[in-house]
Nanobody, 119 residues
């Protein structure tokens, strides 16, 4: 199973960006999909996750500003980021966990996409 993320870039404070991450490969199910981020010299942290049923969980720092969603038919997860702040600057990684067609568990990461919030 592989993940391909896209949508990062440079945006001014208060602006918006939308990240996408598509899963491909020998997928039987994707139980959870999520976004994490890692700023320079900091540990990777959870941003938001969503289950196959649509339940979501957000980091307190992004609640009310970011929205995670998924298209199960396309095996794709999105992160709509509004009211961006300089402290949101980081490399954003998508993650997916589930089962392959051979019923093996997987937990995979995308390649990371840079989000820079700066004037």
């Amino acid at each position: 199973v592989q993940l391909q993320a896209s949508g990062g870039g440079l945006v001014q404070p208060g602006g918006s960006l939308r990240l996408s991450c598509a899963a491909s490969g020998s997928i039987f199910s994707i139980n959870t999909m999520g976004w994490y981020r890692q700023a320079p010299e900091k540990q990777r942290e959870l941003v938001a996750v969503i289950t196959s049923g649509g339940s979501t969980n957000y980091a307190d720092s992004v609640k009310g500003r970011f929205t995670i969603s998924r298209d199960n038919a396309k095996n794709t997860v999105y992160l709509q980021m509004n009211s961006l702040k300089p402290e949101d600057t980081a490399v954003y990684y998508c993650n997916a966990a589930g089962y392959t067609l051979k019923r093996s568990k997987y937990n995979v990461w995308g390649q990371g996409t840079q989000v820079t919030v700066s004037s």
